[in-house]
């Protein structure tokens, strides 16, 4: 049987936006093995085919949308608070949680558990929020979430390229990812 090709993204209804999956028409019509019709029974094969894929468990409940682009599923009533995922020039990975414009929760050293990095993730798509939850960081004595993150992503060392994103709640990059990142992503070959 095909595997559903779907990624995450976001949703926005003009004033928020939701946790989402997506599946281009190509690979609708490839899961199907014919064009996408309306039928409902259709959708319920796509969510399955989501399940089964590893998509989250709200898709089975959640409701839709459709583009000249594709299908997609968004998580209603949970915002997903925009995030970064970025990898230094020397391997380290660090997660950075945005309410706005400024960096609210900032964290290091993933690279040495890229399961905790996987679990937080998890945790932004499902809607959690990291201050109302009290996750721990690993700030030094002084130093707030944003400058932790403007100090990374400066060149005021003169480092014109020490950092990529190789994540956000949009999407992963995976050509701008090192070692270490496509580790965490399950990349590594």
């Not at 400024?102 to 964290?107: G, L, M």
């Amino acid at each position: 049987m095909t595997t559903l090709v779907w990624q995450r993204t976001t949703y926005s209804d003009g004033h928020q936006e939701y946790p989402a999956v997506y599946v281009r028409w190509d690979d609708v019509t490839a899961y199907l093995g014919r064009p996408h019709d309306g039928d409902p029974e259709q959708d319920e094969r796509l969510v399955q085919g989501l399940l089964e894929s590893g998509a989250p468990d709200w898709v089975q409940d959640a409701p839709g949308w459709i583009d000249e682009h594709g299908w997609g599923l968004y998580r209603a009533g949970r915002t997903c608070l925009p995030f970064q995922v970025l990898e230094d020039n020397a391997g380290g990975l660090h997660l950075a949680v945005f309410d706005g414009d400024v960096c609210i929760y900032y964290a290091s050293g993933y690279e040495h558990s890229p399961a905790h990095l996987q679990e937080d993730i998890a945790a932004l798509y499902s809607g959690r929020h990291p201050l109302r939850e009290g996750w721990e960081s690993d700030l030094p004595d002084g130093y707030t979430p944003q400058q932790l993150y403007d100090e990374l992503t400066s060149h005021k060392h003169g480092c014109e390229r020490g950092w990529e994103i190789i994540a956000d709640e949009t999407s992963i990059y995976p050509h701008r990812m090192g070692i270490a990142g496509r580790i965490v992503f399950g990349l590594d070959d």
